[in-house]
């Protein structure tokens, strides 16, 4: 079995508790098997997944939500172990051990210390990690983190037909390396709190999928909010699963049988958590080996070697399409006059046909040229195809009117081309192909562009674009530079104009404060004999001063003197009252009362 799943024993001894109580969530299965929907659902619960992430493609419309230092770790692990994710070879028995592991278990622990410093729950998807989890365990027990996995689980048969879709890969390598990496996140997990989830079930009803995740991994997983309810909602749609079983072309694979009970036990592991099938996990190990050993020593090299074979071939046709482009700069000499453009148009999904077209001569300007169609009364169309001439060339759409309207946003409304698309250089470039074959068109989607024509009346529409060789493109960047220079130019007689402005309008302020300091020197004039009788004044005051004082020194003291005679005389009447007998104020009583 170590040939399959190398020396990973799986005892699984639990990461550690975190001390912090951070969450570290590890989303493991194969590429195409629905890791990317899960962690599109756990980003919206809260987690965090780093901030370089890798960007949306055709085949990941929603995106992958994978950290691009991750992968960028786990691309240069794999590489020094001479493998690649392609690669279903079971990796070195001693892979942890190496210094680039080691390498890689330092940049990862960074990566994720500093992940969990903005949220206590962190995500972890890169399909690679499964094969990978050892270290990833390591890292967990490093920070100290709480760890859980998710084994995403999808049909075999669909994962084959997705990668053979995006990557060409044979049904048998597909077969293999879905097991391979199912295999691997199985006994690397062991004894740590995992969940299986089936893709399916995460499209088909994921409020009970995350109730299952949180009945196997505890407070790992978070609570959905209520506002993260609507968009998980408009996140998960059936058009994420893209290949079903029953509606694809199928293929031989030694391994399907194999694989096909490996997706059954892996179903049972997501309905039944508590039971313990490691025992039925290692016996498909154990047959799969010498399966996998029969494929790699034949049919393996052989695939190899016709990818190597088919990326050279891609780079050779990508050469000559830069010859056959080169070819088309090339000016000719003589010049030929241009062909007529022609204009087809339709309703729905009808092909273009001859019948419903119409030609026109353009009229030229250097290389710009301008048609002008005119459809029939009473077309109707919703889309519009322009041929712009019957030769090879490279052509640059710049604008298109209908009646007098124009169609914007033109970019937008691009719905095909012919042959190769070329990036535009210009502002007003809507659309810029070269065509080495001698059909080359634009087709434009008008469908919200309808109007009412008036009866009888022709439908006109306009189409300006350009035809460019080398001389052309020079030409047009010389007169793009000569209208920039011109643009500056008048730039900076604006500017000077608002300088001239500004100095006239300094200068007028500058006798505005000459005037002003002439009244103030007049005003300072008549002030200054009023400042000069100012230390006059003071000393007027202060002599006031001090005759008020002295004064009011004088009135107090004959105020005291006064009081002290009065005190006086006091002091005399008591004593005089006190020396008469109480016979004589009788006397004196009684003498007045007879007298009265």
Known sequence: MANILGDSDGTGTSATVSEGGSKLLLVLGMHRSGTSALTGVLQKLGAELGEELLAPTPDNPKGYFENSRIVDVHESLLHSLARGWQDPRALSAQWR????????????SALVRSMAKQARFVAVKDPRASRFVPLWLDVARALRLDVGAVLMVRHPNEVAASLRKRDGLSRSRAHLLWMVYLLEAERGSRGVARAFLSYEHLLSSWRQALAGLRDALGDIVPDTPDTAIGEIDGFLDASLRRQKVGELDEGVSPFEPLALELFGLALRGAANPADDLSAAFDSIARRL?????????????????????????????????????????????????????????????????????????????????????????????????????????????????????????????????????????????????????????????????????????????????????????????????????????????????????????????????????????????????????????????????????????KVDELRRLDLARMEQQQEVLLTWVRRRSFGYWWRRLTRRGRSG
């Open 289 to 553: 080996e010498p399966l996998a050993a029969h494929y790699h020593e034949g049919p393996l090299p052989l695939e190899q070697e016709i990818q190597r074979q088919r990326e050279h071939q891609v780079q050779v046709d990508t050469t000559l399409q830069f010859a056959a482009v080169r070819e088309l700069w090339r000016p000719s000499l003589p010049v030929l006059a241009p062909g007529a453009a022609r204009l087809y148009f339709q309703v729905g999904t009808e092909p273009f046909i001859e019948d419903r077209a119409v030609s026109a001569e353009p009229v030229c300007d250097g290389n710009r040229r301008v048609v002008v169609f005119e459809i029939p009364e009473g077309q109707k169309f919703d889309t519009l195809r322009i041929d712009p001439d019957s030769r090879p060339g490279i052509y640059a759409l710049e604008s298109l009117l209908i009646c007098g309207r124009a169609v914007e946003p033109l970019h937008s409304r691009i719905s095909g081309l012919n042959e190769f698309p070329f990036p535009s250089i210009r502002a007003s470039d809507a659309c810029r192909i070269g065509a080495i074959g001698d059909d080359p068109h634009f087709v434009v989607d008008v469908q919200d562009q309808t109007q009412t024509f008036e009866p009888g009346t022709m439908i006109r529409v306009e189409v300006r674009y350009r035809v460019e060789t080398v001389l052309s493109e020079v030409g047009g960047h010389i007169e793009d530079y000569r209208e920039a220079l011109q643009a500056h130019g008048r730039e900076l007689a604006n500017t000077q104009q608002g300088l001239d402005a500004a100095l006239q309008e300094l200068a007028g302020m500058r006798q505005g404060l000459e005037s002003g300091l002439r009244e103030l020197e007049r005003r300072e004039a008549r002030l200054q004999p009023v400042v000069d009788a100012i230390p006059d004044v003071v000393a007027r005051q202060k002599l006031l001063v001090s005759l008020v004082e002295a004064t009011t020194l």
């Open 97 to 108: 051990e190496t210094a680039e592991a080691d390498k890689a278990f330092d940049g990862l």
